[in-house]
Every structure is written in C-alpha cells, then in structure tokens.
C-alpha cells in the first residue's frame, strides 16, 4: 500500500459543508448603498455616538440591554479594524436587532459618515438637533420671563388698587365705620 501521507481525506476549505455562511449572507442580502463608503472610526467622536447607539437599542428592543449596546459598540471601536464592514455589522447584529437592523444600521452609517466629515468628529445632525434644542430652550425661557414680567405688572397694579382703597377707607370716603359712628356717641 503506498503512504498518501498522514492526513487523507478533504481541507474544510474544500468541504462545502465548512463554507463561509457571513460569505453567503452578504451575498444573499441587499444592503443600502452607503455601505459602499468607509468610514474611518479614528476619525468619529465615539462618546458622541455611544448615547445614539444605547438610546436606539433601546427603542428597538424595548429595555435596555447593555450587551447588545456593548457588543455594537465593539464591532465600532475595533482597534485592530479601524474601518469596520457596515455589512458584517448588520449581520451580527440581526440576531439582536431582528427586523429593526437593516433601518438601525443605514441611519448608524449615515451619522458615522457624516461624523467622520467633519472636524470635531461629531455628525452634522446632531449639532443641528442640539442648536434646534437651544433655540427652543431659549424661546420657552424668554416666554417664562415674559409670563413672569406680566405678572409682576398685574401684582403691582392689584397692589396699588389695594393702596388706594385702604387710602380711601381711611379718609372716610367708604361706607364703612368712620370717625366715631356707630359708638353710640
């Protein structure tokens, strides 16, 4: 019998029962075409995301569940892959996630793109949504003031109408007792 060598039979590579199911995912689904754009996380401020990415995930699971935040938020920050696959991600994410993944992905990817775009790292959206928040703040204040301010007024008119009154009482203008009615004088 002639020696085939130590190991007989197939690789796993050549087994097709060991084949890449992620591979074959990925080819399966379709993906929004901002997958197609990297995003560098170097470049993001992640502690402006890490509240986006808690808060979202609870939204879509209904309680708050730290190892899924924890876990996406891990896929995010990979040292050793500084450009995570948008596309991976989603993938292991549906387990998570179910249905509600491929929406909670696109608009992550869209605030990573438009984060790593700019300076501070932080999403354009947010920067908008914290100005709108400001100028609502500011706008709810100035009408607090502005209820304060009337009322101050309308407690120093009814203030002075009461001065008046008890200016009048005391001259004897009113109906009531005066200077010495009523004692039996």
């Known amino acids: 019998m002639a ?12 087994d097709r029962r060991f084949s890449d199911k992620e591979l074959k995912l990925m080819k399966s689904m379709k993906f929004p075409v901002e997958f197609e754009k990297k995003v560098d996380t170097r ?13 979202k995930i609870v939204e879509l699971t209904g309680f708050e569940d730290e190892v899924v935040i924890e876990y996406a938020m891990g896929l995010l920050e990979d040292e050793q892959n500084p450009s995570p696959d948008p596309r991976k991600m989603q993938i292991a994410l549906t387990g998570f996630l179910t249905g509600s993944t491929g929406p909670f ?13 700019d300076i501070s790292g932080v999403p354009r959206t947010f920067v908008e949504q914290k100005k709108e928040e400001l100028r609502r703040n500011r706008e709810n204040d100035s009408r607090a003031i502005g209820e304060s301010d009337r ?8 203030d002075g109408d009461r001065n008046r009154r008890t200016f009048s009482d005391d001259r004897g203008g009113g109906g009531g007792r005066g200077f010495g009615e009523g004692r039996g004088r």
Request: glycine share 4%; hydrophobic share 45%.
């Open 105 to 117: 992905m696109t608009e992550l990817w869209k605030l990573l793109l438009e984060a790593q775009e």
């Open 43 to 55: 470049k993001v401020n992640m502690n402006v995301i890490r509240p986006w990415v808690a808060k």
């Open 3 to 14: 020696d085939a060598g130590f190991f007989k039979g197939t690789s796993a590579e050549q």
């Open 151 to 158: 009322r101050t007024r309308l407690d120093e008119v009814r």
